[in-house]
């Protein structure tokens, strides 16, 4: 069974940091592009950042760029999302997701097959 399991959220103050965690398997990992998307209480999912399949190029949302870094670690068959000077705005259940077969350029809108659970993060004072 393909899973994708998220952790690593919480409650961090305005200013402080987070690192997210996808666990995914190693079939998964080597032959998808995966994806952090994100949503908030009333508005539409926003995917935030991806990682491409083969040669791992990293792409992200404006909102986020240069305060979020992802990256994937093969051989613990992880993909992190590390988040610097949260903002409130930040607030949201964030979601790892997968799209099996991709290997070119990622997304980030639609089209990902695979999903986890979420995982809450909160910036507030």
């Known amino acids: 069974q393909v899973r994708l399991v998220e952790s690593g959220g919480g409650l961090v103050q305005p200013g402080g940091s987070l690192r997210l965690s996808c666990a995914i398997s190693?079939?998964?990992?080597?032959?998808?592009?995966i994806a952090w998307f994100r949503q908030a209480p009333g508005k539409e999912r926003e995917g935030v950042s991806c990682?491409?399949?083969?040669?791992?190029?990293?792409y992200y949302a404006d909102s986020v760029k240069d305060r979020f870094t992802i990256s994937r670690d093969n051989a613990k068959n992880t993909v992190y999302l590390q988040m610097n000077s949260l903002k409130p705005e930040d607030t949201a259940v964030y979601y790892c997701?997968?799209?099996?077969?991709?290997?070119?350029?990622?997304?980030?809108?639609?089209?990902?097959?695979?999903w986890g659970q979420g995982t809450q993060v909160s910036v507030s004072t």
């Open positions: 997701a997968a799209r099996i077969g991709l290997f070119g350029r990622c997304p980030l809108s639609d089209g990902y097959n695979l």
């Open positions: 190693r079939f998964t990992l080597d032959n998808s592009a």
């Open positions: 990682i491409s399949a083969r040669l791992g190029s990293t």
